[in-house]
């Protein structure tokens, strides 16, 4: 991914390198009236537009070949990178740690393509057009320093909030950079971060509905009837996460056995709470909010249907 090459700089920024010169070479045919050869009998703006023809190229290929020497060492990518190389080591040593851990699967993209932000295990990355902005995790600071509300995002029919966050560095050569992210990635990225993201005392970041869903999803639960397990039955491993004990149980408690739609689920502990109220987030319509609560959903083992009323915690 990082591969410093000035030549797709030059070419990104407009003057694709001898185009202007071609065109004035080709005027001098096409259009001889114009007396364009030689240059300096030329007319004044065909001369000045000769000179730029010339100069552009020139600035740009110095430029491209000031960078290139030392193998690419003076590139600004090349010299960031360099920052956090080791003694003995150079900024190709950097690239490729940046490059491997680019390839991992965990690691934490977002952003439109001229303002991409990578997080991974080591690093923090901003990409955007003409720039890469790179910080090492161990020695940066995040602070929240704004949130933007918008009522509607293209993509769905809800209300998104957008979040600027600064990344600043302990190191006073590297340049503290914003990155922006919808605040529902906001969990994720915390997740990717190891240093504690700061907030500004005026911004609230507003949870991702999945968040607000479990929270409530929890509280409802607290107040259903508490089911008692045998004391033959020891209490196995979530089968969804493995890492907590099962703690919930699916009882019909909403009406009579035999009324309703809901259905009498005979599986034994299975599932912890929040791995049954994901399940239970996950098979509603992202759409449709409003409607969650009220709705049943099949038990993830028997497919008995159960509401949120008949989900007890264990005792
Ligand atoms: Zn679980
Ligand atoms: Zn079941
Ligand atoms: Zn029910």
Redesign the pocket.
């Known amino acids: 991914m990082l591969r410093p090459a000035g030549a797709d700089r030059a070419q990104s920024c407009g003057w694709r390198f001898p185009g202007e010169g071609r065109y004035y070479v080709g005027m001098c045919f096409a259009a001889s009236e114009k007396q364009l050869f030689p240059p300096s009998q030329a007319p004044e703006a065909w001369r000045l537009f000769f000179l730029l023809a010339v100069l552009l190229p020139t600035v740009a290929g110095t430029l491209i070949y000031y960078w290139h020497r030392d193998g690419w060492a003076r590139h600004p990518l090349a010299r960031s990178l360099a920052l956090y190389a080791l003694p003995q080591s150079g900024w190709q040593a950097v690239a490729s740690s940046v490059n491997t851990e680019f390839r991992r699967i965990d690691k934490f993209a977002t952003g439109a393509p001229g303002a991409r932000v990578i997080v991974t295990d080591t690093w923090v990355m901003k990409v955007t057009t003409y720039r890469v902005h790179v910080a090492q995790q161990q020695d940066v600071h995040l602070t929240v320093t704004e949130s933007q509300q918008h009522e509607l995002s293209p993509d769905s029919n809800l209300p998104v909030q957008l979040l600027t966050i600064r990344v600043a560095s302990s190191s006073p050569e590297v340049q503290a950079f914003d990155i922006r992210l919808n605040s529902t990635e906001y969990g994720e990225l915390c997740e990717k971060i190891r240093a504690p993201i700061l907030r500004a005392a005026n911004v609230v970041i507003r949870q991702s509905l999945g968040d607000l869903f479990l929270e409530t999803f929890a509280s409802l639960v607290e107040v259903n009837p508490a089911y008692a397990v045998p004391s033959s039955q020891e209490l196995e491993a979530c089968i969804g996460c493995m890492q907590t004990r099962a703690s919930v149980k699916?009882v019909k408690t909403c009406q009579e056995a035999a009324e309703g739609e809901c259905q009498q689920?005979?599986?034994r502990p299975m599932w912890c709470l929040t791995c049954m109220g994901k399940w239970f987030a996950s098979r509603q319509d992202p759409q449709r909010p409003d409607t969650w609560l009220a709705s049943r959903v099949p038990?993830?083992?028997?497919?008995?249907r159960f509401c949120i009323l008949d989900v007890c915690a264990v005792r």
């Open positions: 699916l689920c005979y599986c038990c993830p083992t028997c497919r008995a």
